[in-house]
Structure formats: C-alpha cells, structure tokens
C-alpha cells in the first residue's frame, strides 16, 4: 500500500511538472529563447559554447594550440607568473556566453548556478580536491546593497556546494569604492583596483597558511584577481587557485 502510494506521488509530482513546463517552457540561459527541452540550456545553444576546461596555460586559463599538462603555460605566465599559483575557466566569454554571464552579473538571474558550479568543478577538480576554503571577489558595501546581491559569492556557494569545499563569502573585503571596471583599459584596471582588497583580521586564521581557491565570474585582464591574490598572501595563504565561470580570451571581448 506505502509503495504504491509512492508510485501515485511521484506521478503526480511528474505531471504537475510536465504541466508546469507546458505553461512555463524553458527559457535558455544562451539564447533567452523559450525551447521544448527539460534543461536551461537549448541543445543548440549548449553545442555552441567554448568550453575551456582544464587545458591551456596552468596558471591563467588562456587556451593554448597544444597541451603539455602540467607544464602548459603561455608566453606571458612563463615570462612573469602571476600573483596567484593555477587558474581554471570553464568557459570561454564571447558572444555565445556573453548572455548568461550577463543575466547572473546584472540581473541576478540563479536558476544557472548549479550548472555553472558543475562546469567550474569539471573544470577546476584537481584544484578543489586539495583547497581548504572557498573565497569570492567581494563587492563594496554600497555597491552591494545597491545591487543586492555579489555574483561571485552566489558561485562560490554553488560551487562549495557541488565540490564540498567550504565557503567563506566575506573572508574578503574591498576596502574602497572603486569605480566599475566596464569599459576600462587594461592599464586603468590595474590602477583602478590597486589595494582595494583585505582579509577582514577575524577571518586571518582560515586563510594563513591555507589552500584558498578564489572565485569570480569573469577573468579579463586580471587585474582585480591580482588585487585579491596579492591581499590573501599578505594574509599567509599557502596556495592561491583562481576558479572562474569565464574567461575573455580575446580583447574585442572586455565589455562587461
């Protein structure tokens, strides 16, 4: 008798589903279009994205011609590391991506979360086997009440969730209002963001001498990742791995 009430419940929860999508069809993440499939993403938009995974160059993310493993880096890594130690990308940005990067950026659209925290495993598992602590690139106080959310922080929770990596959301702070980085030059970010960041003094303890991975939904020039990476070695940490859900890869698309 349990067991078949069962079956009846599920039933019912399956057709109030197929009622629900009949009403309410999908609406693709890539494409904003209403589509007939049961996921967020349109089997024609999904095939059209980059994926980046965990080839390219170990320590920024930026896809190379051939992959060596470990030992894959680009030009500009080889010639001057970075402040942080490896970085993972599970997309690349481009006119494809562009859209769903978008709907989580400024419109605080959640229901991609827990793919995009999927993607960023996939992309970064060997990184987050060995982390200890899960931190966002924050926001400034005004901007995040103006805004009402961090999107950084929203994918470090997913991905926390998806990898078992705790998270610690306000382990960083952003210690000064700079402007947005839309529409800067590389040169500009750089200054824009120089000593914007600190480890709040309370959270000192889960950062020193701790593997940290460090999220952030859009790599462009590095610049703000540096800031971040330079503030949580000054507060000891052993390991810095960058974890983003997307990476320009090309310059015509720095326009976030």
Not at 211 to 223: C, M
Request: proline fraction near 5%.
């Amino acid at each position: 008798m349990g067991l078949d009430m069962h079956r009846v419940g599920q039933r019912a929860k399956g057709g109030l589903r197929a009622a629900a999508h009949f009403v309410w069809p999908s609406r693709s993440l890539v494409s904003g279009q209403h589509h007939g499939g049961e996921g967020l993403i349109a089997p024609e938009d999904f095939a059209r994205l980059t994926f980046l995974g965990a080839s390219g160059c170990r320590q920024c993310a930026l896809p190379l011609e051939s992959d060596l493993g470990e030992a894959s880096l680009c030009g500009k890594c080889a010639a001057k590391p970075p402040r942080w130690d490896a970085a993972r990308a599970a997309l690349a940005y481009d006119d494809v991506s562009r859209k769903l990067v978008l709907d989580l950026k400024h419109a605080g659209r959640r229901d991609g979360l827990s793919t995009f925290a999927n993607w960023m495993t996939l992309a970064a598992r060997e990184l987050l086997d060995e982390a200890d602590v899960i931190v966002p690139v924050p926001l400034h106080y005004r901007r995040l009440v103006r805004r009402g959310f961090n999107q950084s922080g929203w994918l470090a929770q997913a991905l926390s969730q998806q990898s078992g990596v705790p998270a610690k959301v306000d382990a960083l702070v952003r210690r000064k209002p700079t402007p947005s980085q839309g529409g800067l030059s590389a040169r500009e970010r750089w200054r824009n963001v120089r000593a914007a960041f600190e480890v709040r003094p309370a959270h000192l303890p889960l950062i020193e001498g701790k593997r940290v991975i460090l999220v952030d939904d859009v790599f462009t020039t590095g610049a703000t990742l540096s800031a971040c990476s330079r503030a949580l070695k000054r507060a000891g940490a052993s390991h810095i791995s960058l974890v983003v859900l997307a990476r320009v890869v090309r310059p015509s698309d720095v326009t976030i």
